[in-house]
């Protein structure tokens, strides 16, 4: 039987740059408010870890993992492509395939930045169902809201209306939040958002 936290881990697999800095902290405070708990390989700070055993850690414990693929682009410092996400979704979907138990519940939401992209770079793909979000915070939240809310059939996830509000008066207070703390936005942790975003949405602010 799998764990009640299994099934609400979501694993996020996405860029960590600071193009895309906005759309994540979306994604992240989205999942928290659908009454989800996100996960990515930035809440561990292991050295002695390798990355590969912390990420497929982290896809074991998660019943349903956000993928997205939009930044296959050429490094500006190196001209070669980045693969790390669609790597992850791969090891995503092995493991839904190939596991046994809770695994085989596993649900996946594909995003990209404009439809249908990824057949120009991961054809293999095709059937799956890929969305985009426009690299649109808005149409983020309403996309992985909508995903949560059918694959999880939960009917007390709010609209993806609602959602976007609190997102959007959330940031506005992270600068006061954060001086009271003495930290800076610069300096949060992965874990120190979660944990500022969990905090805001419990105490109803």
């Known amino acids: 039987m799998a764990s009640h936290r ?13 193009e895309y800095h906005s759309i994540f902290q979306a994604i992240v405070f989205c999942v928290f408010d659908c009454g989800f708990r996100p996960r990515c390989a930035l809440e561990v700070d292991d050295s002695a870890q390798v990355r590969i055993e912390k990420i497929l850690k982290i896809v074991s414990e998660s019943k349903y993992g956000i993928h997205d693929i939009s930044r296959t682009g050429l490094d500006e410092s190196t001209g070669l492509p980045r693969f790390n996400m669609p790597f992850e979704l791969g090891l995503f979907i092995a493991a839904r395939r190939f596991g046994s138990g809770p695994q085989r519940q596993k649900s996946c ?13 991961l054809s293999d793909i095709a059937g799956q169902d890929i969305r985009s979000h426009d690299n649109d915070e808005r ?12 694959s999880s059939r939960r009917k007390s996830i709010p609209g993806g209306t609602a959602i976007y509000k609190r997102y959007l008066a959330f940031v506005s207070q992270m600068p006061a939040i954060c001086l009271q703390l003495q930290w800076t936005e610069e300096e949060l942790t992965f874990t120190d958002h979660a944990e500022l975003v969990a905090r805001w949405l419990r105490d109803g602010s």
Do not use: H
């Open 139 to 150: 149409k983020a939240i309403t996309v992985v809201r909508n995903w949560l809310s059918t």
């Open 109 to 121: 939401l594909i995003l990209d930045c404009k439809p249908f992209r990824y057949q120009k770079f």
């Open 6 to 18: 299994y099934a609400n881990d979501v694993f996020i697999n996405c860029p960590f740059d600071d």
